[in-house]
């Protein structure tokens, strides 16, 4: 076999481990242990980590419980640089309109820490989209990341927030790499806006769809 020929067969070794995309992290999230807030089936948390395979899957979902507030704790086996989060949501009524990312915090986010706390990234997320979004990530700001918390809150009909689908796309950091990493994720800044913002203007008339 020519180089070419072994490289191109560890390619697709590689996004056959990881779900169907190579940069798919699937594989490192610590499904068993995601950890959800606020829904009516607390064991469908876990449900929402699929493999790409399943993106598209509406057979499982998580609902919101007593309001339209989800949070979402998903933590990863090894250190991830993660460069997008991939999303399928309930639609109409059930659409959620804001998602807040907080990283590596040493307890799971709750309600009253999502208010007081800052987040990594504030997301307005797109209406009306039938299938998956991808919405890309400031890098600097998720670099060397072992967990997240995920708040989605403001559903469209303001009684119950739907979601199908959670996944990520990045690379997994050696230990060599995590050890020069700085430890502490970046706090927010203005720069995280003008990101929302270029997605939301770049998106606007169209479905952006992971691939």
């Known amino acids: 076999m020519s180089s070419t020929e072994n490289s191109e067969a560890n390619d697709t070794l590689a996004a056959s481990l990881a779900g169907g995309d190579a ?42 419980g007593v ?20 999303l ?9 309109r804001h998602l807040r990312i907080f990283a590596n915090h040493s307890t799971i986010i709750d309600f009253a820490d999502a208010e007081t706390t800052k987040s990594q990234l504030d ?3 797109l209406e009306g989209e039938a299938g998956i979004v991808e919405y890309p990530l400031r890098v600097a700001a998720f670099a060397s990341v072992h967990s997240l918390s995920l708040f989605f809150n403001e559903a469209v009909g303001e009684d119950v927030t739907r979601v199908y689908y959670i996944g ?18 970046p706090a927010p800044n ?11 203007e770049g998106a606007a008339g169209q479905q952006t769809t992971a691939r």
């Open 23 to 64: 940069s798919n992290l699937f594989s490192v999230i610590d499904r068993d242990n995601v950890h959800g807030l606020n829904l009516a089936v607390p064991e469908h948390a876990k449900e929402l980590i699929k493999p790409w395979s399943e993106r598209e899957s509406t057979e499982m979902y998580a609902d919101s």
């Open 67 to 86: 309001d339209d507030q989800i949070i979402i704790h998903v933590p990863f086996t090894e250190n991830v640089r993660l460069r997008s989060i991939v």
């Open 88 to 96: 399928k949501l309930g639609r109409g009524e059930l659409a959620p």
């Open 123 to 125: 997301i307005s997320l």
């Open 168 to 185: 990520f796309k990045g690379d997994v950091r050696s230990s060599k790499q995590a050890i020069n990493s700085m430890l502490d994720v």
């Open 190 to 200: 203005t720069g995280d806006a003008r990101l929302v913002d270029r997605l939301r």
